[in-house]
């Protein structure tokens, strides 16, 4: 060493350690909980910091046209502002003739006459396929789909409408035990729906309850899962202008929106009450790229106070909303797979709470948590 220099090193350690680590990307968070104990122990207190209120994370799921059992899913954490595609999808589950579909934020499924093949995994790498021996009771192809509690003891998955033509019951309605691995009947969806297929609804879970949304009228409908029946379809449309309506779970709270000529709102909605207070609007210029000039087909996902919205008709662009502060912060995600990918692939969405474990598990599978 040269004469006069001064050798002394430098550590970031405790509450400083932790300071930097809750700035760090969940990506790069993986690699530095195996640096060692300490490090580790920095990234588990940085997580569990009050203030560390991580965003959920959206997947947009290709499948390609020609060759339906191949898939890539594209991955962006709203925390860092960077997409990743995953190194890899599971296609165990997934036949040549199985049509990924999604529904609620999380799920993703594929739906055959006698079963039905599902992750709510947020980096979907773990599925689940219902007993081929007790099967579907009612044939379906374009059915609403929700599942109930899938990190809790029992999971139930609930299939609503969308049968054959030549089933008796159109409105029929099966709730799978995950755990029991068998269907069940249940009350039939009401009335209201009947001619309806189930891609002109949306379904949004809350507990117990399965709420569904007719797009075009803005009818909401709930469903007890536990007692296995239906509450009344309730209206709750303020504004006769809009022509598209989705529910959310957000957060706490359910959130309607709802498309017209004249932009997008937000409502917050009370299915007891069948009021809905305004929360606020997609600013006029953001609105007219988002809806443009075709009638939009559009997707709306959410958790924890976040919101995705996403028009196939103009996918270049998926925008979000941040409805946590008491007032609706918006912003536009470029969508990384436009071009060929999108002509020629069918798209699904989802969003999910992603984990450290999660991206460990899927993005670094390489790399193992320190053990002392």
């Known amino acids: 060493m040269a004469e006069g220099m001064v050798s002394y090193e430098s550590q970031l350690e405790g509450d400083v350690l932790e300071a930097v680590l809750s700035k ?30 991580p965003r959920p994370w959206l997947f947009l799921h290709h499948q390609r046209v020609l060759g339906p059992s191949r898939l890539s899913t594209h991955a962006y954490d709203p925390n860092s502002g960077t997409w990743v595609l995953l190194p890899h999808v599971p296609s165990g589950p997934l036949a040549a003739d199985e049509t990924i579909c999604a529904s609620q934020p999380s799920l993703l499924y594929t739906l055959t006459p006698t079963s039905l093949c ?6 979907k790498a773990r599925w689940v396929r219902t007993s081929e021996e007790a099967g579907l009771q009612v044939w379906r192809r374009d059915p609403a789909v929700a599942v109930v509690a899938p990190e809790g003891p029992s999971p139930r998955v609930v299939v609503m409408g969308g049968t054959w033509e030549f089933e008796e019951d159109a409105l029929a309605v099966e709730v799978y035990d995950v755990t029991a691995g068998r269907w069940e009947r249940c009350e039939s969806l ?35 899962v536990d007692a296995g029946k239906w509450g009344p379809a309730v209206e709750l449309r303020q504004d006769r202008a809009v022509f598209h309506s989705s529910v959310v779970v957000s957060g706490d709270r359910i959130v309607l929106v709802g498309v017209s000529t004249e932009g997008v709102r937000l409502w917050e909605a009370d299915y007891e009450s069948s009021k809905c207070e305004l929360i606020g609007q997609m600013p006029a210029e953001m609105a007219e790229g988002f809806i443009g000039d075709q009638f939009p087909t ?31 912060d918006w912003e536009i995600i470029k969508n990384p797979a436009t071009g060929d990918v999108e002509r020629m692939s069918r798209v699904a969405l989802t969003c999910s709470q992603v984990k450290l474990d999660d991206v460990r598990r899927v993005f670094r599978p390489e790399l193992t948590a320190f053990r002392a």
């Open 24 to 53: 760090v990307p969940m990506l790069d968070l993986v690699p530095a909980s195996v640096v060692n104990r300490a490090w580790r122990d920095g990234v588990a207190s940085a997580l569990a910091r009050p203030s560390a209120r």
């Open 190 to 224: 009401p009335e209201r729906l009947k001619g309806v297929s189930g891609t002109t609804w949306q379904t949004a879970v809350s507990g117990r309850y399965v709420y569904v949304v007719e797009r075009g009228s803005g009818g909401l409908c709930r469903f007890d």
């Open 298 to 328: 559009v997707s709306c996902l959410g958790q924890r106070d976040f919101i995705y919205m996403y028009n196939s008709n103009r996918p270049e662009n998926i925008y979000a909303v941040d409805i946590s502060a008491g007032r609706c």
């Open 118 to 123: 599902f992750s709510s995994d947020p980096v």
